[in-house]
């Protein structure tokens, strides 16, 4: 069987890149080469002393793991020699990282906004874990990088994608033209092609939330989440429970069968838990991308107006008729809300 490496992959389709210079091929190939070292390090972390708490605590207060520092590491290091990026947004640090002033990087065209590895409590546990990446074209050819440039809407992403340390380790990314889907051969060491323009079915059977906060969530999703429950055949109802705590994970099975996955707002999360930057508008892309939908309340996740590098959103992303669904909860909400006041 003939292969298809992402570098080829990404030569081949450089010409539908609104920019065609080759710099936004340069930069994936930089993102793929990170995931590899860190892929690396994922598969050997309880021989390599990899595993456990690093000793310190990102911005928002949360531990970092080993592996949540190394990762943060591999992917500054790529992007930084590559000299096509010229701001980094990462969770783990509180403010971006401005490359503009190294001389490799001055005339860096792409902000890119990382998740290093996401699901980090999943990583002492050998359970999948991720990384998350989204990239605009700054605004300015050059100089200073200014808050706009950094905080545009989901829309104006020009790449995003995610790579899958699993059972096989996957890359998976959209330049807005559809979403492709690349598994790591360990023999050669590359991305090759293994899920040519993956798209998402209409409809799934599977709901994905942390039950666990079920007493803290709205009732619109309380009622959302019965729905699921309830039988129905015709609907193929009760719909089966999926929920792994990786966003990264928990999205890939949602785009591969279908499905709904939710992390709403809730009384311990007032604006959701998940971040816009770097997990929910990369995921919005690449599940539109492949016919699906994802919505923060009423709101297109795409058309949410970005205020600072680690806000919080609620989100609700999938099969287009399951947030269609969960929507139309919201709806009677909105109803009940109008007709009272
Ligand atoms: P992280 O970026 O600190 O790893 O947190 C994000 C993760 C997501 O991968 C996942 O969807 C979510 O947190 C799980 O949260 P919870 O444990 O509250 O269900
Ligand atoms: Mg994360």
Redesign the pocket.
Known sequence: MSLKTLGQFIIEKQADFPYAKGELSRLLRDIGIAAKVVNRAVNKAGLADMLGENGSANIQG?VQQKLDVFADEQFIEALSRGGECCYIAS?EHEDGIDLSTLVTSKYGQYIVCV?PL????NIDLNVSVGTIFSIYRRKKESGVIESQEVLQYGREQVAAGYVIYGSSTMLVYTTGKGVNGFTLDPSIGEFCLSHPDMRIPKQGKTYSV?EGNYRKFPQYIKDYIKYCQEEDASTSRPYTSRYI????A?IHRTLIIGGVFL?PESSAYPQG??RLLY?CNPMAFIIEQAGGRAISNTCRVLDIRPTHLHQRVPIVIGSADMVGKVEKYLEKVDILTATES
Do not use: I
Not at 118 to 121: E, I
Not at 245 to 248: F, Q
């Open positions: 949360e969770e998740d996401d699901g980090s409590s942390n705590g990786s966003m990264v928990d992390y838990k998940l997990e």
